[in-house]
């Protein structure tokens, strides 16, 4: 079959559905293949993309649209008309286009007794403005969670979870925003990693931007285009990297001055951003850093990720709640990038909001709790912990400092707050709060919703 941009979009999704394939792992590789222009690279991109985000809103216009509920819609047929609704309602496809080619789509792969039931449903999309398709899936909704649940295509957990981390800094206000903006696709962001031996700037094409970030020392923003043509010729100096991970680990690089020596652990370290940003600290101050993975495929991503600073990092693989055991001197500096849901990075990963579920965050609790524990025991007296996750749910974040805090009363957390404004180019706007923690938000930073809490052991 031919491949055109909307059957690898609609063959990228059945994967996402029917294997819990990974939208972002399975597309770079369907379209490396596939022979497209970078034109229809970009339009498969945004149709799976864009589908797999609003597909919760998507449904509640169909199910309108089709006057029949979609679980009693044919499955081939309700992935295709998806993609036909993220056409016609936001992207703005020209409505012929929209839906005599999205038809063919479903003449190619779908039953053919259901062709003309998309193509009527199709057409009564495109006969109405967005807006109206809107105003009447709102109506009728009585609470705010079931409207911002419609509007945004969030599911309500979800909702209610991150209104809850934003009450902490009194910014309920924000949460539209902050639902608006997991809906559109970050920027590339990029890190340079302190101590380059390359002159990184003279490498960069002339017809390319890149911004400096506001948050990070070492960020960048680019300006689209492909960020091979930065990261390729950097011997992996350059990289992709949210700036909220790289001040993630700069937090604890810079929380205080490295003392020659000084031994680092970054205990969760899969797939090695951040323990490529500690190497480059460490490198950089007379320090060494052991980055532990438990996953070995992901301990080899390690390996690649450090290898600008493989000088100073060494890459092993082990269950970090077994860290004291097996690293009985102890550690000045310990990196416990946990395990978590990963609702901070929502716009990175559009399907992951439809297979999170409430009952995901028990588990992860206890498994950040042991970790954590696990890296207070490691830590040598007068030591410096940041515990980090990508989630902004309070259970994984607030709840497992404050738990840890009452077990260890030899931990004081100190300000990562003020450490940020000390690391941070421009003042970083943190909301209004007693909590010496920092939380980061993709609406207000640009990043990932990021928290870091920072720990020290008394010496
Ligand atoms: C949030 S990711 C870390 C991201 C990483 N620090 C980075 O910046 O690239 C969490 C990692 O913890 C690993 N992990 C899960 N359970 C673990 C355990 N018991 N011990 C050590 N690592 C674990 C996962 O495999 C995953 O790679």
Redesign the pocket.
Known sequence: MQPNARLIAYEVLAEVRDSDAYANLVLPSRLRDSGLSAADRGFATELVYGTLRMQGYYDRVIELAAKRDVTSIDPVALVILRLGAHQILSMRVAGHAAVNETVDLQKRVGRQSAVGFVNGVLRALGRREPQEWLDDVLEGLSTDDQRFAAEYSHPEWIIRALRTALRAEGRTDELPTLLAADNIPPLVSLAELPGSPIAIAERIPDDVTLETSNISPIGYTLDGGDPSVVTGPSNGWMRV?DQG?QV??LILSRARGIAEGEQWL??????????AVLGAEARLGGAHVIA????PA?ANL?RR?ILAVQDTVDVVV????TAPERFPDGFDRI?V????T?LGALRRRPEARWRKSPGDIPPLSV?QD??VNAAAEALKPGGLLAY???SPHRAETRQVVNGLLKKHPELTELSAREVLNGVAPHEVDLGDSDELSVQLWPHRHGTDAMFVALLTKDA
């Open positions: 990297q991970s993630a680990a970054d205990l969760c370290a899969g797939p090695g951003g951040k323990s532990n993975e438990v996953v992901r390690v990720s082990g269950d970090g709640r990196l990038d946990a395990p978590c990963g498994l042991e970790l980090v996750t990508c």
